[in-house]
């Protein structure tokens, strides 16, 4: 049985979320009230990340990351979903894909698509993220009271920092500094990059947020590692993590490689 901890909301064709490196399942709340009005959407805490545990072999690089989440899929019976992943989680949803099969992925500034190792400015703010999470954590939060404490905060990701609420700041540093599975994730995914271990044949749609500063365009969005088919896309206005920068945009562009149609089934509740 999969310790995952995830959150299942909505009805329709079943779509599952999956978040960036030092997050939690809950950085998707801004598009999920949207999302769950046409879809099954499940939103996952990967191993090591939020409320889920460490795997018990340790293992947090994106193809085990991707297992995990398999694995809980097959518990909940839920076949051929639809994948969405930001950051970590794009470079997750595509080892997923490569696993079994799924009806579409959608990429929102995945990780992974750098020309070696992730580059030097990528892991230098990983780095200084995590460690004021861990140590700063209270004047953090006291910081993020205000609107420009915010900005500071989390602008190296959000391009909207300011609309996050108080509330939504202090789970953001709270999930970083926490997390069991930064380091062997960071160690991990920071050292390899994305090379897909079998053929991705689903529709593939991948956009980077116009104002997404960490995944620079010459050295992080190598998109011609990702399928011949991929749709490439943008997100105005968007940082690296758009959910909550554009959560219209984000939630339309998710459900575009999806039939409007589909079968609906009852509503879920957190796990």
Not at 53 to 68: K, Y
Request: hydrophobic share 45%.
């Amino acid at each position: 049985m999969s310790a995952l901890a995830y959150t299942r909301t909505g009805a329709g064709a079943p779509l599952v979320l999956l978040h960036g490196i030092g997050m939690s399942r809950r950085a998707w709340e801004p598009v999920m009230p949207a999302l769950a009005q046409r879809f099954d959407v499940i939103a996952v805490d990967l191993a090591g990340f939020g409320e889920s545990p460490m795997p018990s072999d340790g293992r947090c690089d994106p193809a085990s990351l991707a297992a995990g989440v398999g694995e809980l899929l097959d518990d909940i019976g839920v076949v051929e979903p639809m994948l969405a992943g930001n950051s970590l989680g794009g470079w997750v949803a595509l080892e997923l894909a490569a696993q079994r099969p799924v009806a579409a992925v959608t990429l929102l500034s995945p990780a992974g698509l750098w020309r070696d190792d992730s580059p030097r400015y990528c892991r230098i703010s990983l780095r200084a993220s995590r460690w004021l999470a861990r140590h700063l954590a209270g004047p953090l939060s006291v910081l993020a009271r205000w609107r420009l404490g915010r900005i500071v905060i989390l602008g190296q990701t959000h391009a909207k920092a300011w609309l996050l609420t108080r509330d939504d700041a202090r789970r953001a540093i709270r999930d970083m500094g926490s997390c069991p599975g930064f380091e062997a994730n960071f160690a991990a995914s920071t050292r390899s990059r994305y090379a897909p271990a079998a053929p991705v044949t689903c529709p593939v749609t991948v956009a980077f947020g116009s104002r997404d500063v960490l995944l620079r365009r010459r050295h992080s969005r190598h998109v011609e590692r990702l399928p011949e088919t991929t749709r490439v896309a943008s997100l105005p206005g968007c940082g690296h993590v758009p959910m909550a920068d554009d959560p219209q945009a984000v939630a339309a562009l998710i459900a575009e490689p999806v039939a409007a149609s589909g079968q609906r089934t009852p509503s879920h509740t957190s796990r």
